[in-house]
């Protein structure tokens, strides 16, 4: 039993990280910062705020909640890249009720879609079987140890 704990320890660090994670939680972190930082700058931008205005939700409101957005997908971003398989599902869950407070919120719901777009192709780079094996380190160790030398 201890050799094969060796074994699935040591076959943990053969697996690498599936590019499509990577390419989509760099995309996540690079878009979470750039966002933040275009909404900071543009906080007191008359043509945004009238914007907001039309929406159901004050625009004080609106910018909390962009911000906790953007800081729940930027950490979710990071500890994905840190292996952590909840992150995962703090991203899926927090993308499903953020489209749902958009649709619910937003006068043109069209603006909503190449957010959607963009949540569902993530999605699917981060729940395929690639990405399912390496966020599972037991499935991934068994895997490799079943493959022939």
Not at 76 to 93: D, F, K, N, S
Not at 99 to 107: C, D, E, K, Q, R
């Amino acid at each position: 039993m201890l050799v094969f704990s060796k074994v699935f320890v040591g076959n943990l660090h053969l697996i690498k990280r599936p590019v499509s994670v990577a390419i989509s939680c760099w995309f996540l972190i690079f878009g979470s910062l750039s966002s933040l930082v275009s909404a900071y700058l543009g906080r007191d931008d008359p043509a945004m705020l009238a914007w907001m205005e039309r929406s159901a939700i004050s625009a004080e409101v609106q910018y909390a909640m962009l911000f906790a957005s953007l800081g729940i997908t930027l950490v979710a971003a990071l500890a994905m890249l840190q292996r952590q398989r909840g992150a995962r599902t703090v991203y899926l869950v927090w993308g499903v009720i953020d489209i749902a407070l958009s649709l619910a919120t937003v006068p043109l719901k069209m603006s909503v879609l190449p957010g959607v777009l963009t949540f569902v192709v993530i999605c699917a780079f981060l729940f395929s079987p690639k990405s399912n094996a390496w966020f599972s380190p037991r499935k991934a160790a068994n895997d490799a140890c079943m493959t022939p030398a």
